[in-house]
């Protein structure tokens, strides 16, 4: 498929493709003129994918196959024949079962896996005068003690960014690689609580939170 400057727009396979963040990554594909090959658990269930067949180009450029992230090999047939996959927010086993299928297509370029920024910021050793960046990572013994987290490997084996959503034009870009911090600013709880509070006041949202001992820290984008 050609776009009004002539560039092939290939095809995309976005997993979760019915979640919030994920519905927005897809209409921003479908309207940069992207086939969109969408995982969900049931294609038949046409009330919760009401929101993806009304976006536009969806009739014409969009398709919602099944598969689960804890089934391995689930996504070999989603991912195959597709040069870019999306993955977000899934879990570690999840993420295996995705990457062993992205390994299986011989076409794929491009690999993206969206994460929070809790995998560079949950730790207590870090100095508060330097902004964390791309080289930061979250302490698994303090995600251990905290149970944030459960024990696991590293994945390795396909290489892995983090990408914004509100640019999906970061997906073609041969010199995009590693890790990107998109998380352009850092909002304590109580700030956040105090935003919503005087934004809905007819809402119960509490005044504060309990302060949690922790250093304070801000974000370092500048690879971005």
């Given at each position: ?157 396909v290489e892995i960014g983090l990408k914004q959503i509100t640019d999906v034009n970061v997906v073609p870009i041969d010199c995009a690689h590693g890790r990107y ?36 820290f801000e974000f370092n984008t500048s690879k971005l």
């Open positions: 498929m050609m776009d009004q400057q002539g560039e092939f727009k290939g095809k995309v396979c976005v997993t979760g493709a019915s979640g919030y963040l994920a519905s927005w990554l897809v209409k921003r594909l479908l309207l940069s003129g992207y086939q969109v090959r969408g995982t969900v658990r049931d294609p038949g269930n046409h009330g919760k994918l009401k929101h993806l067949w009304q976006l536009e180009g969806a009739k014409e450029r969009l398709e919602l196959v099944k598969a689960e992230l804890m089934e391995e090999g689930s996504f070999d047939e989603a991912i195959m024949g597709c040069e870019g996959v999306e993955i977000l927010d899934p879990a570690i086993k999840g993420t295996r079962n995705v990457l062993n299928s992205c390994k299986k297509n011989p076409s794929l370029n491009r690999v993206v896996l969206t994460s929070s920024s809790t995998a560079l910021r949950t730790r207590v050793d870090f100095d508060s005068k330097v902004p964390l960046d791309e080289s930061s990572w979250s302490s698994e013994d303090y995600c251990q003690e905290l149970k944030v987290t459960k024990k696991h490997e590293d994945i390795t084996d911090l998109c998380s352009s600013f850092v909002l304590g709880n109580n700030d956040l609580v105090s935003i919503l509070a005087k934004r809905y006041p007819s809402l119960p949202v509490p005044e504060r939170f309990e302060q949690l001992d922790g250093p304070d």
